[in-house]
Each structure stands twice: as structure tokens, then as C-alpha cells.
């Protein structure tokens, strides 16, 4: 009897069990377990949530296709289906920059589509008379450029706000702006921060095109041909907005697993081929060399890289989203280390090189290479070498020797305040005593430690220049005129000096936002006064190891920062130095960047640095080396020699064999493209 009643018993249990778990499934959720609180998502979470859900279905489509639950993949029309309509999506105020602009080039370049609708609800961006008002002079004149492209159409567009009672957020809005656009119009929809490498014809042929991304789908692009069954299911899982497990990118990558036969997914011409684990290898295609000229189009996930180029910048850089800037806005990937061209400008600053020396220090080999660069490479009119301390020594009396009456040493003391501000370190002394000797005198000032590979002339033609680093804008190499209107601006800026706060405040973070509120007084240089690559400021020993070597012929001079590098040379160590710092000083000293192999008779070669053409002294001119190709002369055949006219689509870094037509250059239009 006890026994049957506890049978009985344990079979209840069993019956109630089964109960509950039939009610979970048809509720089609399992219970919460723990906590319920729903912590907040990460990028890497939500990777890992997309990758699951993708196995998931993989995993019951893999059974359902056994028994063709599924039919087969969407195959294509004979004919393009897709209309050649670009759009655009630009919701919320925010700056215009270079990038958005080079996507909008590329797409025109490359698809060369019937029109570009750009849809937007910001007003100065429709009404563009005021976009340099509320966006500033930058965003403005690119904004104007991109207005000008032919058949590009500024459309007004009113994003939905909210959706089952619940405020859209701006995310969720934006894709189901797509889904919008894309039925209304048909097309190719594109984020802001996709270049266009090759023409898309192949893919027109579809109902529905998306991209592979390294973790599910690339949503940058999307292929449509307006009003089709895959747009209506992806749409109507926003029906499920706010039930706190929507997204629409967990919503699109079932609808794409669960309907192969509406969508065509490419699986490697979207993806990022430098993008090998993570986000953090975002930043690759903008600092290194990885090949993409093989894609169809690239998303830049532009967010997770912080340096923004310009059309004058982007000419020089060497790297694989360089290439692909050149290719959409001036026709060409290949760099021009030449630009701009000789055109007749008037020099408004004085051909005159200007040296600060505070306090007694020795005057090394590196400092000499420095005034001979000014001599022979910048052929300065003038040297005026400003101290508190007149050096000593091998290598200023050769110096002195070498510079003849171009020399002038003049008394400078050092600055003890600024408007009353104490300056209690000798380099915040020599930062502003800079600024007011080019105030009164115009000219070039360079830092002590600093090279001059090329001649400067192109660029003295403005009344101010400055170099950028990481921190804002490089006064270690500065060109002026007498009386420059930016150096007033900047001289005034010190009634603020704070010397707490001072380390790269008033030197380079304040005259960077001088020149955005003074953009006509001020040219910024943004790669040719400095350091051959920007990531040279977290590695300053980069220059002096054989495997830091770096392209260095696009730039006009180069900051050793000698400071972070305390050894000292001589002539004959660097005969041999295969180093970035070792070609630099070959080309100052001898004449080329190229190992020298042979036995120099040293004090035999410095002889000819004192005669009246020592500006032609080199090794080759003086019989004592075969003669080297200089590293422009080796930039120039690396050249297109047919630059703009007659654009060759780049393969791999190279141009193709069969030359592929591409219309006219649709932005640049300066004479110097000519």
C-alpha cells in the first residue's frame, strides 16, 4: 500500500514535469535561471550572439535541407534587375569629412550610377548656404564638393521615430531607414565609410545582395531591387521592437540563414581581408599594406581609427586605404611625391633658417647635419643662430666654417614670462621666444635636431605653416611671415598659460584650434614636417633600428628628437647604417641616402663643404662614388606617368595589364591635375 502510493506520487511529479516543459515550448522561450537584470552588450558580445545564432540555424537548416524544407539558393536573372541608384543615409547633425566624401567619389567613379540620392533630415546639409556656419569651413567647402558631383541629389528624408509605443533609438532607425529607401527606390544602399573598388554589374542580377563580414554580415552594403520578399520579412521582425531581444542585425542574419532562396550573400568581395581577429585590427588598412583591389567595395569602420586626412594629405601616405582615396577622388593610387608643381608663387616667407641655443650644451655631428642641410638642401639665404651661449667645438667651428657669412650668431635671452606668466622650463622659454623672433623677422625656423630633406620653397608662398603631430599642430618647424596674423593670434594665446597644464597645451592643442577658428591664415602641413609615419611618436626610437626602416621621400624634413636617442656619431658611422636615420644623414652629408661599401676618405670629402659651390658637393660629383639613384629619382619611376589622363584600374599595388577607361575625374579640378 505504501509502496503504490509512492509510485503513485513520484508518477505526478513526472506528469507535472512534463506539463511545465510542454508549456516553455510552445511559449517558445526557456525561463530565466539567476539573475534578471540584463547586463549591457558588448561589441564582443554581440559577435559571439551573432555567431550563435548563425550555427544555430545552420544547424536546423542542415535537417530541413535533407528533407527540402528549403529550396535552393537564389539564383540570378539574365538580365541586371537592381537599378544603378546609389543611396545614402545621413541622419543627425555631425561634421562632413574627407572620408564620407571619398565613399561618394568611389561610388560615382566606379558604379557610375544614373543618380546618388543622398537622404537626410539635417537642414544646413539641404539648405548648404549654412552648412559652414553650423559645421565649420572644413565641412562646408567638402560638403560643396560633394554637392557638385553630377547627379548627386540632396534628398529630404523624416526617419520613423518611434515604433510600438517606444521611441526608436537612432540605431534601430537608421536600419529601418534602409529597408525604407531600399523599397521606395531600389538600389545600392552604402554607409558613409565604404569605398567602391569594382563595379558591381555581377550583382545587380539579384533580388537581394548582402556581404560576409569576418563576425556575420557586412551591413554597410546592401543590394536591392526595391519592393522584394526578403525586405518584407527583415521588416517585419521590427514588429518585435522593445521586447528587449530585438536587434536588427540578430533579426537580418536569421532572415538571411532561414531564406536562401531570397537573398544572395557574397561571401568574400565585402569582407575586410586585414581585419584577421578583432576590432583591434581595424586600423591596419590605414597604417599598413594589405591588398583589397580584388573587392568589390570595403566598409572602413572608420569610428575605430582617429586620424582624418585631407585631399592635400592623402596625396603623400603610404598605405592601402591611401591608394584606394587616391584611386575614388583623383582617378589614380598611385602617390605623387612631387606636388604641387612648379607653379610661379610669390615667397612670402624669407628665405632665412632660424636656430634657437639655450644654455651651454655640446654641438654634435647630428646638429652640423642640420645647419648643412639648411645650407645645401634649403640653400638659405641666411642662418640666424640665436643663444644665450655661443656653442664650442669640431663640429660648430666646421659649422661656422661651412656657413661663411651666411652665419649671424646673435644675443637672445631667454624669456622669463609670458604676460606676466612665469615659464619655468627652458623648453616652454624656447617655444615662445620662437614665436617672436618669426613674428619679427619672418622665416623658417627649425629645431636644432631637425633635417631638411627637400627643399621647403614649395610651401613658403603661405604666411604661416605648421606640421602636425599626435597632440594638435608641431612648432618644432615653423614657416612665417614678418607680422603673420596667425602668430598674433598665437603669441595672444599665452595671457593663458598655465604651466600645469602647459605640456603640449599652448605649443600644439592651442594653435590646432587657432587654425580651425583662422583656417585662411594658417596652412597646415600634414605629414612633411615632422615624422615619416604618425606612429613614429610612440616609438621615437624607430629611426635608429634596422627593422623600423619607413618610407621617407614624401617628406620636406624630419625631427629626430634627438632626446630619445642619446648616442652620438661621426661621418664614418653611417657609411654602413642601414637605418631610416642612417639614409637621412647620408643624403645631407654625402649626397645619397644609398650605402656607401667603399673606404671614404672623410677629411678629403669635407674640404669640398667650404668652397663656394659646396651646395654640389656630393660623393658622386667628386669622383669618389659611382652614382646612385637618389630616393626621388627611385619614387619617380615607381610614378604614373600618365596621372589622371589615362587611369589604369590598380591591381595588388600595381596597374593592370589591360588599361580599364575611367571617366573624367569627377572632384579635382586645380590646374596642378592638368
Not at 554597410?220 to 528587449?244: Q, R, T
Not at 586626412?309 to 601616405?317: A, G, M, N
Amino acid at each position: 500500500m505504501a509502496s503504490s502510493n509512492g509510485s503513485g506520487w513520484w508518477q505526478g511529479l513526472v506528469v507535472l514535469a512534463l506539463v511545465a516543459v510542454g508549456i516553455v515550448v510552445l511559449a517558445g522561450k526557456l525561463p530565466s535561471i539567476g539573475n534578471s537584470e540584463v547586463e549591457k552588450e558588448t561589441p564582443e558580445d554581440v559577435h559571439k550572439e551573432n555567431i550563435r545564432h548563425l550555427h544555430e540555424v545552420k544547424e536546423s537548416d542542415s535537417s530541413r535541407r535533407i528533407n527540402n524544407y528549403y529550396p535552393k539558393d537564389l539564383q540570378p536573372y539574365d538580365e541586371n534587375v537592381v537599378p544603378n541608384i546609389v543611396h545614402y543615409i545621413w541622419l543627425g547633425q555631425r561634421r562632413f569629412k574627407f572620408h564620407h566624401l571619398v565613399s561618394i567619389a568611389s561610388a560615382k567613379r566606379v558604379l557610375k550610377p544614373e543618380k546618388i540620392m543622398f537622404h537626410t533630415n539635417v537642414d544646413c546639409m539641404i539648405d548648404f548656404d549654412n552648412m559652414d556656419f553650423q559645421e565649420g569651413i572644413e565641412s562646408g567647402r567638402l560638403w560643396k564638393q560633394a554637392r557638385e558631383i553630377p547627379g548627386f541629389e540632396v534628398v529630404r528624408y523624416q526617419p520613423p521615430t518611434a515604433m510600438n509605443n517606444l521611441t526608436m533609438d537612432p540605431h534601430t532607425a537608421h536600419f529601418f531607414s534602409r529597408i525604407d529607401v531600399l523599397k521606395n527606390h531600389g538600389g545600392i544602399y552604402l554607409d558613409e565609410d565604404v569605398i567602391v573598388i569594382n563595379n558591381f554589374d555581377p550583382l545587380l542580377k539579384y533580388d537581394f545582395v548582402i556581404g560576409r563580414e569576418r563576425a556575420g554580415l557586412n551591413t554597410g552594403i546592401l543590394i536591392s531591387k526595391g519592393k522584394v520578399a526578403f525586405l518584407d520579412k527583415w521588416s517585419k521582425f521590427f514588429e518585435k521592437f522593445g521586447d528587449g531581444e530585438f536587434s536588427p542585425e540578430k533579426s537580418l542574419y536569421r532572415v538571411v540563414s532561414q531564406n536562401p532562396d531570397l537573398v544572395h550573400v557574397e561571401k568574400t568581395k565585402f569582407r575586410r581581408q586585414d581585419m584577421f581577429q578583432n576590432d583591434g585590427h581595424a586600423d591596419n588598412i590605414f597604417t599598413a599594406r594589405v591588398s583589397h583591389f580584388e573587392n568589390y567595395a570595403i566598409k572602413l569602420y572608420y569610428d575605430l581609427y582617429y586620424v582624418e586626412y585631407s585631399e592635400q594629405s592623402i596625396k603623400y601616405v603610404n598605405s592601402t586605404y591611401a591608394d584606394l582615396a587616391r584611386f575614388a577622388y583623383y582617378g589614380s593610387p598611385a602617390r605623387k611625391v612631387d606636388w604641387p608643381p612648379n607653379i610661379v608663387q610669390v615667397h612670402r616667407v624669407p628665405n632665412v633658417v632660424h636656430y634657437i641655443w639655450f644654455t651651454p650644451h655640446d654641438f654634435e655631428f647630428h646638429h652640423f647635419l642640420s645647419i648643412k642641410s639648411a645650407l645645401h638642401i634649403q640653400k638659405a639665404d641666411r642662418i640666424m643662430f640665436h643663444t644665450d651661449s655661443v656653442p664650442k667645438g669640431e663640429w660648430w667651428e666646421k659649422a661656422k666654417k661651412m656657413a661663411g657669412t651666411k652665419m649671424n650668431v646673435t644675443v637672445l635671452k631667454q624669456p622669463t614670462d609670458a604676460f606676466g606668466r612665469p615659464l619655468n622650463k627652458l623648453h616652454y622659454r624656447s617655444h615662445l621666444a620662437r614665436l617672436q623672433i618669426l613674428l619679427d623677422h619672418g622665416g623658417i625656423f627649425i629645431e636644432e635636431d631637425t633635417l631638411i630633406v627637400k627643399s621647403l620653397d614649395e610651401i613658403r608662398h603661405f604666411p604661416f605653416t605648421m606640421g602636425m603631430d599626435v597632440y594638435g599642430l608641431n612648432n618644432g618647424v615653423m614657416l612665417s611671415e614678418a607680422g603673420s596674423e596667425f602668430l598674433r593670434y598665437y603669441i595672444e594665446s599665452y595671457q593663458y598659460f598655465r604651466e600645469e597644464e602647459e605640456e603640449h597645451f599652448n605649443s600644439a592643442m592651442e594653435p590646432y584650434r587657432l587654425g580651425n577658428d583662422h583656417p585662411d591664415s594658417l596652412n597646415v602641413e600634414e605629414l612633411r614636417l615632422t615624422r615619416p609615419d604618425w606612429t613614429d611618436w610612440f616609438d621615437m626610437g624607430r629611426l635608429w633600428r634596422e627593422d623600423g626602416k619607413r618610407e621617407w621621400s614624401h617628406m620636406l624634413c624630419i625631427q629626430l628628437k634627438w632626446v630619445n636617442h642619446v648616442k652620438s656619431y661621426r661621418p664614418e658611422d653611417i657609411l654602413q647604417m642601414d637605418t631610416t636615420f642612417g639614409e637621412i644623414a647620408r643624403l645631407v652629408y654625402f649626397g645619397s641616402p644609398a650605402l656607401i661599401h667603399k673606404s671614404i676618405d672623410i677629411d678629403e670629402f669635407e674640404k669640398g663643404f667650404y668652397r663656394e659651390d659646396s651646395h654640389k658637393h656630393t660623393l658622386e660629383n667628386a669622383g669618389m662614388m659611382n652614382k646612385k639613384k637618389t630616393a626621388d629619382e627611385e619614387m619617380a619611376e615607381r610614378k604614373d606617368e600618365f596621372y589622371i589622363r589615362e587611369v589604369k584600374h590598380p591591381k595588388d599595388q600595381h596597374f593592370a595589364e589591360k588599361p580599364a577607361h575611367v571617366d573624367e575625374v569627377v572632384i579635382a579640378k586645380d590646374s596642378s591635375k592638368e
